[in-house]
Nanobody
Framework: QVDLVESGGGLVQAGGSLRLSCAATGRTFSIYAMGWFRQAPGKEREFVATTSWSGPTTYYVDSVKGRFTISRDNAANTLYLQMNRLKPEDTAVYYC???????????????????WGQGTQVTVSS
């Protein structure tokens, strides 16, 4: 079992920045990749970014490339998402997720992530 707790959400004006954190506890040695997903009101949850837990692989959804940066601190078992130049359309609940299954590599598919945090609200005002 891996437990994930997000923090760092809040209200920010368009053009501003926020840094999300996700602390992992439990069987963290089993983690292969960790990622961020988000769900806006009335929409399905979507992939934002992901990173391998011990390698260089990272992926981003096109809409955040150049604005968001995913990173990790393995010693602290913590995942980060630095969000710059935020837009109102970035408003959503952001979820941290952990992938154990290595068969298909680092995944952008929600179904490949076995563990999820409870989410943190990010609201960007125009």
């Amino acid at each position: 079992q891996v437990d994930l707790v997000e923090s760092g959400g809040g209200l920010v004006q368009a053009g501003g920045s926020l840094r999300l954190s996700c602390a992992a506890t439990g069987r963290t040695f089993s983690i292969y990749a960790m990622g961020w997903f988000r769900q806006a009101p009335g929409k399905e949850r979507e992939f934002v970014a992901t990173t391998s837990w011990s390698g260089p692989t990272t992926y981003y959804v096109d809409s955040v490339k150049g604005r968001f940066t995913i990173s990790r601190d393995n010693a602290a078992n913590t995942l980060y998402l630095q969000m710059n130049r935020l837009k109102p359309e970035d408003t959503a609940v952001y979820y941290c997720a952990a992938q154990k299954n290595i068969l298909r590599g680092v995944s952008r598919a929600e179904m490949m992530y076995e563990y999820w945090g409870q989410g943190t609200q990010v609201t960007v005002s125009s």
